[in-house]
């Protein structure tokens, strides 16, 4: 199959539901590749699920360069759209779109992702008019969770939910092809989903978005259960495997069952 391009996920729009996925390295973004996944995030929510930080706000630039790069080796013909990190677009627009060409050159992405309403529009037209393909992505938005003093639901009131609506449809206006949706009631990610022409992809907004999109490690039961958000669901135990395959292999190697003696 061709690749899945932003036209081509613009089209699945009220016709076909968008799964997504994040990866981090190519051996699961291969793996992920052929199963119907449309498009790999490569998110900095590497930080938190792999390289051990508490938050998403130490990832740099050479980290989402490395990793995406990875990532588009392995993808195949899923989309891979890569994760701007904190402090890479929001101090110059100028510096913005050299960082999110760095992501397409270097890293291979097929599309940068960055976060933020209506402020970020201007943004996202010139980015989109230097030939950066950008997914928006409102709601709650992590690299900014020192300022909200926490993670929450957003939009609960009707004055920040006319924001959010506003801020999506400046996005849409803006050039973006998709705009994910983190932890909005589900009736307000309806109302936006209807009433802007490109696919919103939600995560923790319900069911009524254009598609969906998962950390890996939640999916997968990597990640300890208290550690994944309520609205995740964890399709497997892939962390209780692996314990259990190691912990057999320590049990061989200790009473030299492993590796088999060679004639």
């Keep these: 199959m061709k690749k899945w391009t932003t036209s081509k996920l613009r089209k699945c729009k009220g016709v076909d539901k968008i799964a997504a996925i994040t990866a981090y390295d190519a051996a699961f973004a291969n793996l992920f590749s052929g199963t119907g996944i449309k498009m790999i995030l490569v998110g900095d929510s590497v930080g938190n699920n792999a390289l051990g930080f508490d938050s998403t706000l130490p990832v740099t630039m050479d980290m989402m360069v490395h990793h995406t790069a990875a990532v588009s080796r392995g993808a195949g013909d899923v989309h891979v759209v890569a994760d701007m990190p904190f402090l890479s677009y929001q101090i110059d627009d100028n510096e913005a779109i050299r960082n999110a060409g760095r992501l397409i050159q270097e890293g291979g992405a097929d599309s940068v992702k960055l976060e ?19 997914c928006a992505h409102i709601g709650l938005t992590p690299q900014s969770v020192l300022a909200f003093g926490g993670y929450g639901m957003h939009g609960k009131d009707a004055a920040e939910a006319e924001r959010l609506v506003a801020s999506a449809k400046a996005l849409s206006e803006a050039g973006a092809f998709a705009i994910v949706l983190e932890c909005v009631p589900d009736a307000l990610a309806a109302r936006i989903t209807a009433e802007i022409p490109i696919p919103t992809i939600g995560i923790g907004a319900g069911p009524h978005c254009d598609g969906q999109i998962l950390v890996m490690h939640d999916l997968l039961g990597i990640n300890p259960p208290d550690r994944a958000p309520k609205f995740a669901k964890r399709y497997a135990e892939i962390g209780d495997a692996v314990r259990k395959a190691v912990s057999e292999y320590v049990a061989e190697v200790g009473s030299a069952v492993f ?4 004639k």
């Design 116 to 134: 933020g309403g209506s402020e970020r529009a201007a943004l996202v037209r010139r980015m989109v008019d230097n030939g950066i393909p950008v």
């Design 259 to 262: 590796p088999k003696e060679r």
